[in-house]
T-cell receptor, first 108, second 114 residues
């Protein structure tokens, strides 16, 4: 099963952009890349997903490397409410493989 | 509020017992997923249902079972409980089971086995 690798934690200043990296070197051609985040004491929340092309939505942008072996979640202007654990997940054949996630700390 | 509801919120029980966790998906969603999250760990996918049928299975123990009913709500049954089963159990739903569809998560049920 394809797996993801993320930094354990990252820090960023409030109102600055944040780039959260994810490596998935064994990704297959049919694997979708999904990002979810989990705020303290809450269930995970969908952020964004993509297959090959970069994607944008109201929450974030997803930049996917040309070889698809890595991706980056971009929060354009982090706020204190963005402090959470961010999970990079590969989905294929109905299987969902969650990594350990990156704990994002936002400094005021 | 994701629209996914889970009951109960908290459950405390003893080893060897059996419990049932309940999940109601968002209106219109046909697919339900169950996850286990142990303390300070990521989510482990347990099982997925689509319109009443099992669609995918993850690391679900034989002591655990699940089903999705005609009204699309789902139940996760945990039996012969052990201390290690203490965890947060999340249910999620999506409109379609396909890999390109996002999931919406409920608030979770916290199970404590003593």
């Amino acid at each position: 099963d394809a797996k993801t690798t993320q930094p354990n934690s990252m820090e960023s200043n409030e109102e600055e952009p944040v780039h959260l990296p994810c490596n998935h070197s064994t990704i297959s051609g049919t694997d979708y890349i999904h990002w979810y985040r989990q705020l303290p004491s809450q269930g995970p929340e969908y952020v964004i997903h993509g297959l090959t092309s970069n994607v944008n939505n109201r929450m974030a942008s997803l930049a996917i490397a040309e070889d698809r072996k890595s991706s980056t979640l971009i929060l354009h202007r982090a706020t204190l409410r963005d402090a959470a654990v961010y999970y990079c997940i590969l989905r294929s054949n109905y299987q969902l493989i969650w990594g350990a996630g990156t704990k994002l700390i936002i400094k005021p | 509020d994701s629209g996914v509801t889970q009951t109960p919120k908290h459950l405390i029980t003893a080893t060897g017992q059996r419990v049932t966790l309940r999940c109601s998906p968002r209106s219109g969603d046909l697919s339900v997923y169950w996850y286990q999250q142990s303390l300070d760990q990521g989510l482990q996918f347990l099982i997925q249902y689509y319109n009443g049928e099992e669609r995918a299975k993850g690391n679900i123990l034989e002591r655990f079972s699940a089903q999705q009913f005609p009204d699309l709500h789902s139940e996760l049954n945990l039996s012969s409980l052990e201390l290690g089963d203490s965890a947060l159990y999340f249910c999620a739903s999506s409109v379609n089971p396909g890999d390109s569809y996002e999931q919406y998560f409920g608030p979770g049920t916290r199970l404590t086995v003593t």
